[in-house]
């Protein structure tokens, strides 16, 4: 019973904040709306029974989305100084028959939804079997990895692309000259004791995957937060122009899990079946390497600060 | 289908529609981006709501898709995010809908 | 047995090629696209050869069982879309690397590029739900970011309106997708759609899963953001997204509609997506009479040609496919052979508007003989693949009693050669003042016999259709499943 | 007759044509017409030339040969005289021979194709002829002429067609026997344009005068037989009842007269006499239909006649007759003929057409209505001399020598017809009572012509030349030009279709409204809920 | 028996590769242009020549591609072919030297012969065409290569007269392809055969034979200027005097009368014509277009554009001929085609060299033409009285024979249009004529141009060649080598005499 009220809480809580995102007063409600929004979620996560979820919401969702927004918002405010105190541009006529038609869209969802029959064999079933038998314990980084490996594969892929767009923006934009870091003492000492934390817990989450919720995406997000925050403190000097080494490591994750998946056809085995836990977690710590980066470098650009 | 199954749904179906509505009638193309995840955060939770209605977890693959989903979604984001400063920088407007803008090019792409 | 495992190949090939394009500098990524997409040209007879003997060929990856496992699948259409992609992405990359402009020598151009490729074989291979989302996003992200190389205000806000609308599209089908995976237990196609029994929620499902298609292949009235796109793209990107990009998601809902169709009552869709896809058809060629840009005529051709290919949904006979599949074909070399020689004349004219383009035929004589050869092939006059095409679905809409469709059929043309010789009307008149020099830019040889090729293509087509045609047999719904 | 000398036949107008150019041009002119009169006086015969055109056939008989007579001698003569039209001599010389090239076509013709050919062919040539002088008058003549002869040539094409129709490009004798009615009818009516019977003769005066003095001669002495030869070969006597063609020829014959009367010019007079003329002729020719070919020799005496005293008549009227007595002797001579002056082949071929319509069994016919048309011919030409004395040159400076072709044609015109007349006996045996009847008319002309003369001048009836022409003239004109408005006004309608394409602002706005981001976001819904409906539904 | 099947395809491919040269010889390459255009139009007629003894002889040649299943690319040479291909060749190679002659310093000419050696490979193809689909093909591909010759000038007027060629061909040619499927959906591919057997195998269903032949007939028509669909031709007389000779006079109409023919006789046979009453109306439509076009052809201002009008008229007898039963009428049908091709050119040619040397283009330009292009005007006056119907020359033939059929056919009121018609073809021709020998010519001319001395040869010899040509098609008409005697060779052996 006490949890349905908390989960009619929590579903109150979204509810309101995506309204808040959607319709708040100016830009900037929205936007801590959204980071709130992000939090709530990932307790969500928590609370169905997703902790893999959780973990990704948190790092990912909350943590480096709402700190791109932000900076964002704040690169727009300094592009066009003289525009911050606008007010929001006009709402578009058509706003009211867009909100029937959204209600509508919604409703006939959640009676689609709600009358959705029970399959008889589903191919969760068939992963939580086929996981008892695999070396790895965490069926997510299963079906990830050993199963489902050619959609990781993509997403990778996905990740590239995203930087190779805003690579594609940002290099028609004039590269800011290099500012040299300003010594800040009370940062730096945070730095010193949060950022060897974030490493060590990445690590772990690394190691924890095989097993138990976690895996490359998480350690690679909570990675990339110490890059981050690295770069926000001015210690890391984003280049307008990807340097090689920095486009290897992006591209490294991908490279070794194609190798991974081609090892097997040598040996007759059918592609992408990678075997033996130690392929799997090479190929883990490889993704996790470049998704810290490419996150990094994404959040970089999608925040201007590599360009004036 | 128990009642919490039925609440999340609800969630789901209602942010599906809020995020649908977002993108659409913002004036703003940050509130639009914004609009836009809170979209994707609501196909995921209808995922995963679906996911575990029977058993108590939900099905990896469902979570796995929601996780790919995540970081396709922080993906665009980051790159819609450089797309629109780098329209402000050019055009200084951060909406679309203006009919200012050429249809295209000045010829030598 | 080897044909079938290189199946995945032709993604991780150039999935490779674009991780390694992505540490080169501009010009040997170039070379290193050029190189993927010959090897893609090269080895294309190799699958045909296979696919001739075996019939449609399957791959699950990872050695598992489906449902659980990603399975590969090529029927007929895929087969040539294949083709397609390799011939038009080679020619429109050499019009590239031979344009020398801003869009291709930025870094991040080329690996794009492939990615953008990389994409599109994905979604051709694809037999499962979500890996179709996950290639759909590749092709939007890359459309993007190469739309936006142009680097104008146009471009950015053009990148822009696709990239939200895209997006928008893609959780359509993925929501789809869910509900589907939830109902039926299996994102594996054929599954799915056996498992599949009709009921309110697939209505919505399905819905929702063809609205997403039908915004991201740029069906009327949903097709708003295409001219801007392709127009503001680069010559080569735009003849890329308009000869295959929107094709990927048109094959998707020929594949939605032949596999989840029977059993979830999606071809009582047919008749509606075909009344949409003649609306394109009318509306397209209006539209395309009235611009006063090149590039706008060229994309707002696309909106109507792309009509064609929803008519057979209307009339679904083996003849209507064999005439769908070839205008598939045709309109995809004759649409890319049609942007380039576009992009050679606004680049040698120095003006994309059509008033300044007169006496560009003293100009750039072999790209307005392109230009004109691939408008003969898409308005469907008799020596080109797009009349055969046209004749084989004019067959369909008979046998199949639609008079609709064949006065569709029959206005179509008329309307499309009505923009185009007005197009070419205005390429070949008298340039007054020829004297003085153009504005332009020279337009190097190889891009203009880039263009050429493809529009000769298109215009062969018309006679070597018989094999084609034999490879293209009924695309293997249900029935042709292995 | 040999295939050479009728190849010559053909051939040497066009041949002449070279040398119209040159100093030549008299002589070639001269010579181009013997062929003709060689085949005339050679026994009959038929060349065959199937390969040329629809398989064209050339032959001389009983029905061309005195015709062929007429046309050698004729043009010979008229061509002598051509050497005194002094402008653009070298042209006239090239229609002149194209005249002579289709006429030559005409006799000889044997087949339905070839006859049509050479007919249509004289006829358009003439046209040149009619418009040699380029005055006003000339050209309005040239169009009527050319109206009437079109209109005329039409209805033979029709004819010529609708036989063929059923006999193909068959030998004119063969055809000869059985011509289906209508067909008939048609040729009929437009040889009898040709032949300038009332109402269809109107042409004539005016286009004979109008043509330099040679033209006027072949025209009016040669050419208008054509007609006649066209109704021998291919009219049927089922065609018109023949006492209608009698009737038509008497009208003609009386209308011709009285009308010359009426006339101030020589050239005019001369003219109307042929009209009358002719009208004798189509009398014969009826009586030919009534009772048979029995009549041919008439009918071919009565044409050489004819043609050979109008020629003489023709070429006198440009000798300036009143210079001296000698000119008005060379006038009067064919002028008496052609009245029928005994012992002249005028009075024998008029006994001759008098026996043959007796023959035929219109005796009252025969005794009242010939006489006086005797009588009108002599007043008429009476007429015509009194004007041909008047014309002497005002001061006694440059009267131009009597060209020698003159006399020649004169004592053609006397001798010629008496040779052909002995030759075909039927017409040789006169007795004395008929002389004597001939001469009554010749007495009774100059008593008539005194008693007119009282008749003051002014009040004498003046007729316009063409008489009926004047009142269907201004009609046809009026038709002509409310044709041209009318075809003006069709083709200045601008067909273009009326369909308003789509503004182009239409079309922008309603694209720019789908292009926005809500627009494009409600309309996937929209299609979504669409689908939704169809797929549920 | 059955010759070397390439020979069919050889006609074709020879203009095609001739294009195609021309194009990629480039503007500048004049000498190489001519040698190749002069060299191919030689060699086609070597071909005809060879073709014509073998024909003669019984000998037939087929060339087969398969382009779709069930649906084959045919190119046949029989008698009624080589009619058209002959006249075709000879006018081609005429054409090309007067082109030549009158396009000496005019830009775009490598644009020109270029698209004008793909008009006649597209004659050739429609000469050839085995069936009604190879028919299609090259019948649409004439209206491609002819539309850049119409709108060659690039001026607005030539714009719209490109327009109007254009909405008419396309929209017959939609027509066309209607009529194509519904015949294909009903009887499957069917070759032409003489005599036509589409008869027997659609026995039953009489409205669909109907419909199919009014839609295929309106597609021939369009070409072939019938009535409500001849708009286009007097306004494409905006292009320049060898395009206007070649194509509006022989190879575009032509295309149109030819596909009525072979309609008429090779896809539905005569007797089945007749037999479902077709006959009736289409001979009430070419005789309501014959005499149309003549009555416009009177008021005419422009040279060319009343010349324009008479061959709306006069091609429209080919398809009277093909209209009326019986054999007379069907030669009298075809002659016309060669006699008013023969005929038309030389006034083209003539109209074009008046235009070019005086810079005379209207009719009251024309006084006293005579006296100064005293060669160009016999000429012009012999083929004019030739279209009149003057009998030695073509003209007369061709009427007698359509006169006679009719008659024969029991249909009399032909002969009442036929000699309507001749007096309207005198109506409007003999003033003009009337002008060039009678009037005194003006003290100056328009545009007087004084071209090189080949350049008039090269102008003036194509006119006199087919002057004479249709002068001696008249007058030696009995032989077995003239146009009728092919004509009758063809009808005795295709259409049982």
């Known amino acids: ?308 | 289908m128990a009642a919490q199954d039925l609440v999340w749904l609800g969630v789901a179906a209602g942010l599906v529609g809020l995020g649908v509505y977002g993108v659409l009638v913002a004036g703003h193309l940050l509130r639009k981006l914004l609009a836009l995840n809170l979209l994707g955060t609501a196909v995921f939770l209808l995922m995963v709501v679906l996911g575990r209605r029977g058993a108590a977890t939900p099905d990896p693959v469902s979570q796995a898709m929601v996780l790919t989903g995540i970081v396709v979604a922080v993906s665009a984001t980051a790159f819609g995010l450089a797309l629109m400063l780098a329209l402000y920088r050019r055009s200084g407007e951060a909406a679309l809908d203006d009919e200012a803008g050429a249809p295209d090019g000045d010829g030598r792409d | 047995m080897a044909a079938t495992e290189l199946l995945p190949l032709w993604v991780l090939v150039p999935l490779l090629a674009a991780a390694l394009a992505a540490c080169l500098p501009a010009r040997r990524a170039g070379q290193l696209a050029l190189a993927v997409q010959l090897a893609a040209l090269a080895s294309w007879p190799l699958l045909a050869a296979a696919f001739a003997d075996r019939g449609p060929l399957t791959v699950s990856l990872a050695g598992l069982a489906p449902p659980l496992a990603i399975r590969l699948y090529l029927d007929g259409i895929g087969l040539l879309l294949l083709g397609l992609v390799a011939t038009v992405t080679t020619a429109a990359s050499l019009h590239a690397l031979a344009t020398p402009g801003r869009a291709a020598l930025r870094p991040a151009f080329w690996p794009a590029w492939l990615v953008l490729l990389a994409g599109l074989h994905t979604v051709v291979l694809s037999f499962d739900l979500f890996n179709m989302y996950v290639g759909l996003e590749l092709l939007t992200l890359a459309a993007v970011a190469l739309v936006a190389s142009a680097g104008t205000v146009a471009a950015l806000a053009a990148a822009m309106r696709y990239l939200l609308l895209a997006m928008l599209g893609s959780l359509a089908w993925l929501a789809g997708v869910a509900m589907i995976h939830a109902g039926t237990g299996s994102l594996d196609l054929e599954l799915a759609g056996a498992a599949l029994a009709p009921g309110g929620w697939v209505s919505v499902a399905l819905a929702l899963m063809l609205a997403g298609l039908l915004l991201k292949a740029a069906v009327f009235p949903l097709h708003g953001w295409l001219p801007l796109a392709h127009g503001a793209a680069p010559g080569a990107v735009s003849a890329v997204l308009s000869a295959l990009v929107v094709k990927a998601a048109l094959l998707l809902v020929w594949r939605v509609q032949l596999w989840l169709g029977p059993a979830g009552g999606a071809d009582a869709a047919g008749p509606l997506l075909a009344a949409l896809g003649g609306a394109a058809i009318l509306w397209g060629s209006l539209s395309a009479y009235r611009q006063d840009r090149l590039k706008q005529v060229v994309a707002f051709s696309t909106v109507a040609q792309l009509g064609y290919l929803l008519l057979v949904l209307a009339m679904p006979s083996a003849v209507a496919w064999q005439g769908t599949t070839l205008h598939l074909l045709a309109h995809g070399l004759a649409k890319a052979a049609m942007f380039l020689a576009a992009a050679n004349l606004v680049r040698r004219a120095g003006d994309p508007r059509l008033a300044a383009l007169a006496g560009s035929d003293a100009a750039a004589p072999v790209s307005v003989f392109a230009f004109a050869l691939a408008g003969v092939s898409l308005v469907g006059l008799p020596p080109s693949g797009g009349f055969l095409a046209k004749w084989l679905l004019l067959q369909g809409a008979w046998q199949a009693g639609a008079w609709w469709l064949v006065a569709l059929l029959l206005a179509g043309s008329l309307l499309a050669a009505a923009y185009l010789f007005r197009t070419l009307a205005a390429l070949l008149a008298h340039r007054d003042g020829a004297g003085q020099a153009r504005a332009g830019l020279p337009v190097p040889r190889i891009a203009e016999l880039a263009a050429l090729a493809l529009a000769l293509g298109a215009i062969v087509l018309g006679f070597a259709a018989a094999p084609i045609l034999d490879l293209a047999a009924l695309p293997a719904g249900p029935g042709g499943a292995p | ?537 | ?497």
């Not at chain 4, 008229?78 to 039209?85: M, P, W």
Request: charged fraction near 10%; aromatic fraction near 8%.
């Open chain 1, 1 to 308: 019973m006490m949890l349905l009220a908390f989960d009619l809480l929590l579903a109150a809580g979204l509810l309101g904040l995506a309204v808040l995102v959607v319709a708040g007063p100016t830009l900037f409600v929205s936007l801590v709306a959204y980071t709130v929004f992000g939090l709530l979620m990932a307790v969500a996560w928590a609370r169905l029974g997703a902790p893999d979820l959780a973990l990704a919401e948190a790092a990912i969702g909350a943590g480096l989305t709402g700190a791109m927004l932000m900076l964002s918002y704040r690169r727009l405010l300094a592009i066009r100084p003289e525009r911050t105190g606008q007010r929001l541009v006009r709402r578009s006529r058509l706003a009211l028959p867009i909100a029937l038609a959204c209600t509508v869209l919604s409703a006939g969802l959640f009676m689609a939804l709600a009358g959705l029959p029970e399959p008889q064999r589903s191919a969760g079933g068939d992963a939580l079997a086929a996981t008892a038998q695999s070396e790895v314990g965490n069926p997510v980084t299963a079906v990830l990895l050993l199963f489902r490996g050619y959609d990781t594969l993509l997403e990778l892929l996905v990740l590239l692309v995203a930087w190779l767009g805003v690579a594609m923006v940002q290099a028609q934009a004039r590269p800011s000259a290099p500012r040299p870091p300003a010594p800040v003492p009370l940062l730096d000492a945070l730095l010193a004791a949060v950022v060897p934390g974030t490493v060590l817990v990445g690590g772990y989450l690394l190691h924890a995957g095989g097993q138990a919720p976690g895996g490359a995406f998480q350690a690679g997000a909570v990675l990339a937060a110490a890059g981050v925050l690295m770069a926000l403190a001015g210690r890391l000097q984003p280049r307008a122009r990807a340097t090689p080494v920095q486009a290897g490591l992006l591209v490294l994750g991908l490279l070794v899990f194609t190798a991974a998946g081609l090892w097997p056809l040598a040996a007759g085995q059918p592609l992408l079946a990678l075997d033996g836990l130690a392929t799997v977690y090479a190929v883990e710590a490889a993704m996790t390497v470049s998704i810290a980066l490419g996150l990094c470098l994404l959040f970089l650009g999608a925040a201007g600060l590599g360009s004036k």
């Open chain 4, 1 to 537: 007759m040999s295939a050479l000398l009728v190849a010559l036949a053909l051939l040497l107008p066009w041949l002449a044509q070279l040398f119209a150019g040159g100093r030549a041009r008299i002589a070639a002119v001269v010579v181009a017409p013997l062929p003709l009169l060689a085949l005339a006086l050679l026994d009959a015969g038929e060349v065959r030339a199937p390969h040329l055109l629809l398989g064209l056939a050339f032959a001389v008989d009983g029905v061309n040969r005195p015709l062929l007579l007429l046309a050698g001698l004729g043009w010979m003569l008229a061509g002598a005289a051509a050497s005194r039209v002094a402008r653009a001599p070298v042209r006239f010389a090239r229609f002149w021979l194209l005249v002579l090239a289709g006429q030559a076509w005409l006799l000889l013709a044997a087949d339905l194709a070839g006859f049509y050919g050479g007919y249509l062919m004289m006829t358009l040539a003439a046209f040149g002829l009619v418009v040699h002088a380029g005055t006003a008058p000339a050209w309005r003549a040239g169009r009527v002429y050319l109206a009437m002869a079109l209109a005329g040539e039409a209805l033979v094409l029709a004819g010529v067609l609708v036989v063929a129709g059923s006999h193909g490009n068959a030998a004119l004798a063969t055809i000869a026997g059985d011509v289906p009615g209508t067909a008939g009818l048609l040729l009929l009516a437009g040889f009898a344009v040709k032949l300038g019977q009332v109402p269809l003769h109107v042409w004539l005066p005016v286009a004979h005068p109008v043509a330099p003095v040679p033209a006027s001669a072949v025209l009016s002495g040669v050419l208008v037989k054509a007609g006649l030869l066209g109704m021998l070969r291919l009219v049927p006597p089922e065609a018109v009842a023949p006492v209608g063609l009698l009737a038509l020829g008497l009208l003609t014959a009386f209308w011709g007269a009285l009308a010359g009367l009426c006339q101030q010019r020589l050239k005019t007079v001369l003219a109307y006499s042929t009209v009358s003329q002719m009208g004798l002729v189509m009398a014969a020719f009826a009586a030919l239909q009534a009772s048979g070919p029995v009549v041919l020799p008439v009918l071919g005496l009565l044409a050489l006649h004819h043609g050979l005293n109008k020629i003489a008549l023709f070429l006198a009227a440009g000798g300036q007759v009143g210079a001296s007595r000698w000119r008005g002797l060379l006038f009067a001579l064919p002028a008496l003929s052609l009245a029928g002056l005994p012992l002249a082949t005028g009075q024998l071929a008029k006994d001759g057409l008098k026996s043959a319509i007796a023959g035929a069994g219109w005796e009252t016919v025969a005794t009242l209505a010939l006489p006086a048309s005797s009588l009108l011919t002599a007043l008429l030409l009476l007429h015509a001399w009194s004007l041909a004395r008047a014309d002497r040159p005002a001061d006694r400076g440059e009267v131009r020598p009597v060209h020698p072709a003159w006399p020649l044609a004169v004592l053609a015109g006397l001798v010629v017809p008496w040779a052909w007349a002995l030759a075909h006996d039927g017409a040789a045996d006169r007795t004395a009572s008929a002389l004597a009847a001939g001469l009554l008319p010749l007495l009774l002309a100059p008593v008539i012509r005194g008693a007119l003369a009282r008749w003051p001048a002014p009040v004498r009836p003046r007729l316009p030349e063409g008489d009926v022409l004047v009142l269907v003239a201004p009609a046809g004109r009026w038709l002509a030009r409310l044709l041209a408005r009318g075809l003006d006004a069709w083709s200045a309608l601008d067909w273009r279709l009326p369909v308003a394409w789509p503004a182009a602002a239409i079309l922008a706005a309603i694209e720019s409204r789908l292009r926005r981001l809500p627009v494009a976001g409600g309309l996937l819904l929209v299609v979504a809920l669409l689908a939704a409906l169809a797929l549920g539904g």
């Open chain 5, 1 to 497: 028996m059955t010759g070397w099947p390439a020979l069919p395809l050889l006609l074709v491919l020879l203009s095609l590769a001739t294009a195609l040269a021309v194009f990629l010889a480039g503007e500048a390459r004049q000498r190489l242009r001519t040698t190749l255009n002069l060299a191919a139009a030689l060699a086609k007629l070597g071909l005809v020549a060879l073709l014509l003894r073998a024909v003669a002889a019984g000998e037939t040649f087929q060339w087969r591609m398969p382009l779709l299943p069930g649906l084959d690319l045919v190119l046949k040479v029989d008698s009624l072919t080589l009619l058209f291909t002959t006249l075709s060749a000879v006018l081609w190679l005429l054409t090309t030297i007067y082109a030549i002659g009158y396009l000496e310093r005019s830009p775009g000419r490598a644009r020109f012969f270029g698209f004008f050696s793909l008009c006649v490979a597209a004659t050739m193809g429609i000469a050839t065409a085995g069936n009604l689909f190879t028919f299609f093909v090259f019948y649409e591909l004439l209206t491609l290569a002819t539309w850049p010759l119409v709108v060659h000038r690039g001026t607005q007027a030539s714009f719209a007269g490109g327009r109007s060629y254009l909405c008419h061909t396309l929209f017959g040619s939609s027509l066309f392809l209607a009529g194509l499927v519904w015949l294909h959906a009903l009887v499957g591919s069917q070759d032409f055969i003489a005599g036509g057997e589409l008869g027997d195998v659609l026995s039953g269903n009489e409205a669909a034979q109907r419909g199919i032949f009014v839609l295929l007939l309106a597609g021939m028509g369009v070409k072939a200027a019938l009535l409500p669909l001849h708009g286009w031709l007097p306004k494409a007389m905006v292009a320049p005097a060898p395009v206007s000779a070649l194509l509006h006079a022989v190879a575009v109409v032509k295309a149109g009368a030819f596909g009525i023919v072979r309609l008429v006789y090779d896809v539905y046979g005569s007797e089945r014509v007749q037999a479902l009453g077709l006959g009736h109306w289409l001979a009430a439509l070419a005789a309501a277009t014959i005499l149309y076009g003549s009555l416009m052809a009177l008021r005419q201002a422009d040279l060319k554009k009343r010349l324009a009008w008479s061959t709306v008229s006069q091609v429209s007898y080919i398809a009277l001929g093909a209209a009326i039963a019986g054999p007379l009428a069907t030669i009298g049908g075809l002659v016309h085609l060669v006699h008013q091709g023969l005929m038309k050119i030389t006034l083209f040619f003539c109209a074009g060299l008046y235009a070019e040397l005086l810079g005379s283009k209207r009719i009251d330009q024309l006084d006293g033409v005579g006296r100064v292009m005293p060669w160009t005007s016999l000429a012009f006056t012999v083929t004019a009285l030739g279209m009149i119907g003057v009998p030695p020359m073509a003209g007369f033939v061709s009427k007698w024979y359509l006169g006679t059929g009719a008659v024969a056919a029991g249909q009399s009121w032909v002969v009442g249009v036929l000699v309507a018609s001749t007096l309207l073809n005198a109506a409007y021709f003999l003033p003009v004529l009337g002008r060039i020998w009678f009037r005194p010519p003006p003290d100056a001319w328009p545009a007087p141009t004084r071209p090189g001395r080949w350049a008039r040869a090269a102008m003036l010899l194509p006119a006199l060649a087919t002057a004479l040509a249709a002068l001696l098609a008249g007058l030696l008409a009995g032989l077995e080598l003239s146009p009728l005697g092919w004509v009758k060779l063809i009808v005795a052996r295709e259409y049982g005499g």
